[in-house]
């Protein structure tokens, strides 16, 4: 068998779109609002060749985890679906994609969650963004065995990369380095969240969910003096900034419809809805000018895909806008030594590797089981036919040493391939059976050497042989039937 993530003939397939192989616009056209997720979800299942499917929507990736049987056909099919559901024509996406299968898709994941493969290497915030996809192709119904098996194991290894390396020591994620980046236009780039270089300082918060939270609690690190939260549902910005009051922030939530009345006052804007319209237009900014101070910047960002804030914006005087384009023009920088990083997931992708083997051969030994008991059970019934005068507890006696002598014939080859499944080694089929039956070093030369051409049924009669012996010493042997699989 092979070393490939795959589950008895389907394999993980990844098609994926980020910023590293895709300009933003494209990226915009292809990404997906949350509650569109289950929809797309549901069509890349919805055929034979894919059976599971999970889609990790950020804002500067858009990839698409499949468990496919096939590997070209699952590849059109995953492409097309997309093609349809983002207007996006195939020839316009395929240039830009990225494909990896079985254990190279296995490990993609593995880095993405350790922050590996992010725009801000180490960042922390994409363990929250694949347990929420996770969670979305869960509750719909898409992940089986193998993507939650992969998922867990990506979650639990970026966890292990954040608490056991230094990789993210400068707590970065896409928040905080676009904050920082903001901070600059602002003239505060010595500062540092101990030395509060935003008092005085006001910012704007548009959404409530996720990353403006992480905003918000960033913002409240770097002293900000006072944050405004506008969202749609009153009630979430009214949340949100109460979590801020109560960290010490002075904090007021508006509704959106609110939020042009409050661009004037703030020195930061950060953006990040879920909307799939401009939230933010040039002239709510051009509008919220008037009356600032002059040569004081007003510094936009927008972390949402698709974009919140027009880009017209940041052409007005005194106005600086960072949106994912920008930002990921910024974000070569290297940070931590990653060798730590990569080593534990190197660990990792092996033991999940070892795992998928052994777990794809479980089907096959269950059948071989199962077609032993279908022939014993024949045969008992044969000996009952023809032993009808047999006493019921010698018939019983019989029943049980059949039983014992099938259990530890299959025992061994049942080990066996479990641990050759696990060490991914590939055997020729005389090689094989003898691993899966353990037979003495030496002995399938001997019965196949030409030498003993004169002994045609050599190879057979030393199995049974083999098995013979391995009946007598192993007559003490108790087990039920199944208890050694």
Known sequence: MSGNARTGSASVLLVGLSFRSAPVPLLERVSVVDSELPKLQLALVDGEVISESLVLSTCNRMEFYTVANAFHSGLDHVVETVAQFSGVPAEDLEPHLYVHYADAAAEHMLNVASGLDSMVVGEQQIIGQLRSAYQSASDTGTVGRTLHDLTQRALRTGKRVHSETTIDAAGASMVSFAVDRGLRILGLSDATPTSAPLAGRSALIIGAGAMASLASTYLGKLGIDHVTVANRTLSRAETLADHAAQAGVSATAVALGDMPAALGGADLVVSATGAVETVVTREHVAAALPGRVPGRPLVLIDLSMPRDIASGAGD?????????????????????????????????????????????????????????????????????????????????????SMRRVVDKLLHTPTVQAKKLSAAGQAVTYPDALAALFNLPTGIVDSVTNPQSADLPSGGVAALRSVASSRTKTTATDHRRPGESA
């Open 316 to 400: 007005l005087q005194d106005v600086a806008l960072l949106n994912i384009e920008q930002l990921t023009t910024m974000a070569g920088e290297a940070l931590e030594d990653e060798a730590p990083a990569r080593s534990i997931v190197a660990h990792e992708l092996a033991e999940f590797l070892e795992q998928q083997r052994v777990q794809a051969v479980v089907p096959t030994v269950k059948a071989l089981r199962h077609r032993a008991a279908d022939l014993m059970a024949e045969e008992l019934l044969q000996l009952e036919r023809q032993t009808e005068g047999m006493d019921p507890a010698h018939r019983a006696l019989v029943e049980r």
